[in-house]
């Protein structure tokens, strides 16, 4: 199955993120956050801001500044500073497209059938541990209920579908 990340693709010590409760803290000591390929939350696709976003440029190669409304549009945000009043545009970076097959977290418990359970690997606070055929399904019936909501309420969902990678083989 097709995932995508911000960053590099070798696992990272999770400090001071590993072994507290809470949704997003990491289920493993080592490893990496990413999505399935379609379905993203870019505040979640990666840990830090810097790491996500970078300065938007012209034709020239010139950083833009965040007045020009020439690229005031959805694909581009302004960063304003002391440092810099007049600011710069900023861009997504472009996440990394690559496969896995292997056993994967998620946060898919809620698609879970009943008879389905007994194949979970692991449970830790809110992740699961599971081969990638139960994760396909699950994922599936999680993106028929993102299409089924309204678009109003989709963003919450959408952190539903990040998913934990211990080791990429």
């Known amino acids: 199955m ?3 990340r911000i960053g590099g693709l070798s ?6 993120n590993y072994g507290e409760d809470g949704f997003h803290n990491a289920p493993a000591k080592r490893g990496i956050y990413a999505f399935p390929f379609g379905v993203f939350e870019p505040y979640l696709l ?3 801001f810097e790491d996500k976003w970078e300065k938007v440029k012209d034709y020239h190669g010139n950083i833009v500044s965040a007045d020009n409304e020439k690229y005031w549009h959805e694909k581009y ?3 304003y500073s002391n440092k810099i009043p007049n600011g710069y545009m900023l861009k997504m970076k472009k996440p990394k497209r690559f496969e896995y097959k292997e056993p994967i977290w998620c946060h ?3 698609y879970l059938k009943r008879r389905e359970k007994k194949y979970v690997i692991k ?3 809110d992740w699961i541990l599971v081969d990638m055929d139960l994760y396909e399904k699950l994922h599936q019936r ?3 209920d993102l299409h089924n909501r309204s678009k109003d309420y989709i963003e919450a969902p959408k952190k539903h579908m990040e998913v934990f990678i211990e080791q990429i083989h």
Do not use: E, R
Request: net charge positive; hydrophobic share 30%; glycine share 8%.
């Open 2 to 4: 097709k995932f995508i």
């Open 11 to 16: 696992p990272v010590k999770q400090k001071g």
């Open 46 to 48: 990666t840990g830090s």
């Open 77 to 79: 945000y302004p960063w």
């Open 108 to 110: 898919l418990d809620n």
């Open 123 to 125: 449970w830790h606070n």
């Open 142 to 144: 999680a993106k028929k």
